[in-house]
């Protein structure tokens, strides 16, 4: 693996459920991520953290919800989600926010929404 | 607008003949661009980028990538393709001329289902 680290791989939620996806990153990275893939779509970013405050919401809605308490910890709150919410959430990090250097992935968690 | 084209969904292949995976860019600026692949229930994998200097970058794997600027491509090739290279391959490029006034987005193509047939 890559230094970055997601739990749980799987995880299986009705539409009033609210869990938490985490991320951890042991690779000393300033910047963090959240991005969604869905079948047949291109990535879609999320969220950006650079430094643990958050610089990038891109137009995600509000039953998603960030949280980053530290340059090494990055959360995904999950309440009252949708099916068409169902995706691999990928998590990644990068030394710095928008810069020339590259991000490095978690494995994902694979959410279905039932 | 940025934006990363890869015109092929899938390339299928035969072992042992070189591979090529395209990509397009449209950026206002000048590029980084980059390459990842993703195999199966996994993250994506840093490949390879391009940030300056030689047009021809080479990354892991085996994989190299050749920026063009006339042609704003930067396509992904291997001389030799493998079984293991089966995977999904991502293409993304980051505007350099973008980075003001909030993040700078790292934008990714649709993919590019790689199959190397025994």
């Known amino acids: 693996e890559t230094g970055v680290t997601q739990t749980p791989r799987h995880l299986v939620m009705g539409m009033t459920n609210k869990k938490s996806l985490k991320c951890e990153q042991h690779?000393?990275?300033?910047?963090m991520y959240w991005y969604k893939q869905s079948a047949k779509k291109p990535l879609e970013l999320m969220f950006v953290?650079?430094?643990?405050?958050?610089?990038e919401n891109n137009s995600v809605p509000s039953r998603f919800s960030p949280e980053c308490p530290n340059s090494s910890h990055l959360f995904l709150h999950l309440h009252t989600l949708q099916p068409e919410d169902s995706a691999l959430y990928l998590c990644a990090s990068s030394q710095v926010a928008g810069g020339p250097d590259e991000q490095f992935f978690g494995p994902g968690t694979r959410l279905t929404v039932l | 607008a940025q934006s990363v084209a890869q015109p092929e969904d899938q390339v299928n292949v035969a072992e042992g003949n070189p591979l090529t995976v395209k990509c397009t860019y449209s950026v206002s600026g000048n590029p980084y661009l980059f390459w990842y692949v993703q195999y199966p229930n996994r993250g994506l994998q840093f490949l390879l980028k391009y940030i300056t200097g030689d047009n021809l970058v080479k990354g892991s794997y085996g994989f190299e990538a050749e920026f063009n600027k006339s042609q704003t491509s930067f396509h992904l090739k291997k001389p030799s393709a493998l079984v293991s290279d089966s995977a999904l391959y991502f293409c993304?490029?980051?505007?350099?001329?973008?980075?003001?006034?909030?993040?700078?987005?790292?934008?990714f193509g649709a993919g590019t289902r790689l199959a190397v047939h025994p």
């Open positions: 953290y650079s430094l643990e405050e958050r610089v």
């Open positions: 993304a490029v980051r505007d350099i001329a973008g980075f003001s006034g909030g993040y700078n987005k790292l934008i």
């Open positions: 690779l000393g990275h300033n910047a």
